[in-house]
């Protein structure tokens, strides 16, 4: 079993208040989820999943962003580089932009899962801005419990109502999807840190916004 499919495993979401939390006062053992007994067998359709795109899909370069909720370089990226990159590039229709999730822990799943309860791109990236502007609170709210609740807080302030927020973090088959989907991504990509870039299929690492900018123009060329 993968590292990922077995983070799966243990944080996935069945009813309401029963998130398996991994640790302390009503934990649930993995093997109550009604896949986990053949969550390595199982094959997961990810041809499912929405692909979270912004600008020009006819553009002549592509920019793939691989970025985990939870992580405070991608929280930065977001609040300066990434604002230049979508007015000088992305609103123009000079890049196509894809932005891809990355699961290094439970909390960063259930912000995906949030961010995708309308699964349309315009409100993904909406929620996206939320979550990584207000990251340094919920990440630290305390209990997974508290963390969630901060999560749906946020839903909310987006517009999502609680029923159709509850749905999405009790899909468990989303969840394992997104999982398997991440795993494809990051095997396809070599993706072991964020955030990471993929511009036109050539992997780069975190960089300044002028660098990204120079490579985006050059791979235009």
């Known amino acids: 079993m993968s590292r990922l499919t077995a983070l799966l495993a243990a944080i996935a979401v069945l009813g309401l208040g029963t998130f398996i939390y991994g640790g302390g006062a009503g934990q649930t053992g993995a093997t109550s989820l009604p896949f986990a007994a053949n969550a390595q067998e ?12 912004q600008g020009n899909p006819d553009a002549p370069v592509t920019v793939i962003e691989y970025a985990s909720f939870t992580c405070p370089h991608c ?28 699961f290094f822990d439970r909390f960063g799943l259930w912000a ?40 749906r807080k ?23 999807t997104l999982v398997a989907w991440y795993e494809e991504n990051a095997a396809e990509h070599g993706i072991d840190s964020t955030p990471s870039f993929v511009i036109n ?11 990204m900018a120079q490579i985006i123009d050059e791979a235009a060329e």
Not at 42 to 53: F, H, I, K, L, Y
């Open 42 to 53: 199982a094959e997961v359709d990810t041809s499912t999943v929405t692909e979270m795109t």
């Open 154 to 176: 946020i839903g909310r302030l987006a517009g999502l109502d609680g029923d159709t927020m509850e749905a999405c973090l009790q899909d468990g088959d989303k969840a394992r």
């Open 75 to 102: 929280a930065s990226f977001h609040a300066g580089a990434y604002k230049q990159l979508k007015t000088d590039y992305i609103d123009t229709g000079k890049i196509n932009f894809v932005y891809r999730e990355v």
């Open 112 to 151: 995906s899962m949030i961010a995708r309860c309308a699964d349309k791109p315009e409100t993904f990236f909406g929620i996206a801005d939320l979550v990584y502007a207000g990251q340094s609170e919920w990440v630290r709210a305390g209990e997974p419990a508290q963390i969630v609740e901060e999560l």
């Open 201 to 211: 299929g050539k992997k780069y690492g975190n960089m300044p916004y002028d660098e």
